[in-house]
């Protein structure tokens, strides 16, 4: 009996190896490795793509979202709202700036933050909000757009997990944090309706490197000008230095993959929502709760198929016994983790995140995984 991992990054290469060693080999055989052409070209390409006026390569997407919060001068003592079901780096983040998080708790059905929960914890000292747009599916930006237009807050999206995600504005004027953004298209990409957006290339995501790296989208002159220095030690050049910064660049080699993958994101992505809606047919039988689908309004882009089960475990053990992966995202939510003991929050604080720690599990899905697979899957996760 074969086996099934959580994700076949071979066979997704065995499409694209003769472009991608192709533009490779270019980038060596041109003598420039940091911040030459074809991290020029990747940040000219994504920007169009997400719908942004700047994008800049960093060198992860925990680098992305700490040096979006840096640029918008978050710092000592300023609160950041986010989510205590998320990467341990969206906290990460904020503690880096010596900024204080707040958690604010989830929606349960998208497992993204509740703005109803935010607006309860803005105080005088809240300076900024970062929703992550968790498992490929939108937060919901709308809601969190008008708290922070009228609290005069900052927005960093995490959109670590959502490359290529939309909102439906059904071709209306949608609100940025630069005013009205005139756009006659029916949707808007996940990064392009906060004062910045973070996303991370790490190999797993939906466009991934083959390696580290991150992205920062913004419309502001001035964030993306603050950006690009402090990516570079602060510096503009000529061992001039403007700030005291960071060694954050994005490598060139990664973004000549990065290249060849964005051409055929879309495809991919539209991959994964017919992998999800398959599982979403076989799994509905059972009491099992499945992922949002893609409602009209929102455009998930499934980077991960979670589910939620009361015998999480028991299923991940039957999957286990049949060689089929699976994953836990995550296991023991942001305010308990034993790095944050500090911060002072106890069982109980956030009881619909950690009701998900309980019973979420993340079951394989990526665009080359086959129905056979997915139907085998299902079929075992019925059982239990």
């Known amino acids: ?221 001035e964030m993306e000008r603050q950006i690009r220095l402090l990516r570079n030690h602060g510096s503009s050049g000529g061992y001039i230095h403007h700030y005291v910064g960071f060694n954050s660049r994005l490598d060139e080699l990664q973004a000549a993959v990065l290249l060849v993958k964005l051409k055929r994101l879309d495809a991919y992505n539209e991959k994964r929502r017919q992998k999800a809606a398959l599982y979403g047919r076989l799994l509905s039988a059972a009491s099992i709760k499945c992922p949002s689908a893609d409602d009209g309004a929102s455009g998930h882009v499934f980077h991960q198929y979670t589910i939620r089960h009361p015998r999480r475990d028991a299923v991940r053990e039957k999957l286990q016994g049949q060689q089929i992966s699976s994953m836990v995202y995550y296991p023991v939510p942001l305010h308990l983790q034993p790095a944050l003991r500090f911060m002072g929050h106890k069982e109980g604080d956030f009881p619909r995140a950690e009701a998900a720690s309980r019973e979420v599990l993340s079951l394989p899905i990526y665009p080359e995984l086959e129905d056979s697979a997915i139907k085998r899957i299902s079929k075992i996760v019925c059982s239990v």
Request: with cysteine.
């Open 1 to 221: 009996m074969s086996s099934i991992p959580m994700l076949d990054l071979k066979k997704q290469l065995a499409g694209i190896k003769d472009e991608v060693v192709g533009e490779v080999l270019g980038v060596i055989e041109s003598g420039q490795y940091i911040l030459g052409r074809m991290v020029g070209r990747l940040e000219e390409h994504a920007a169009a793509y997400i719908g942004a006026k700047h994008a800049i390569g960093v060198a992860s997407g925990t680098d992305a979202l700490a040096l979006s919060l840096r640029a918008l001068g978050i710092g000592p003592g300023d609160e950041v709202i986010t989510t205590p079901f998320t990467f341990f780096s969206t906290v990460e983040a904020i503690l880096y700036l010596n900024a204080k998080p707040v958690f604010a708790d989830i929606d349960p059905d998208t497992f993204n933050i509740d703005p109803s929960k935010v607006e309860e914890k803005i105080t005088a000292k809240t300076r900024a909000i970062l929703p992550v747009h968790l498992f490929g599916y939108p937060a919901a930006m709308g809601r969190i757009l008008e708290l922070a237009g009228r609290h005069n807050l900052k927005i960093v999206e995490d959109c670590a997990q959502s490359f290529g995600a939309t909102i439906n504005r059904n071709g209306q004027k949608a609100g940025n944090r630069n005013g009205q953004k005139s756009i006659e298209r029916k949707s808007l990409k996940t990064g392009s309706f906060g004062d910045a957006g973070a996303f991370s290339f790490y190999p797993s995501k939906n466009l991934g490197a083959y390696g580290d790296g991150g992205l920062i989208t913004t419309d502001n002159d």
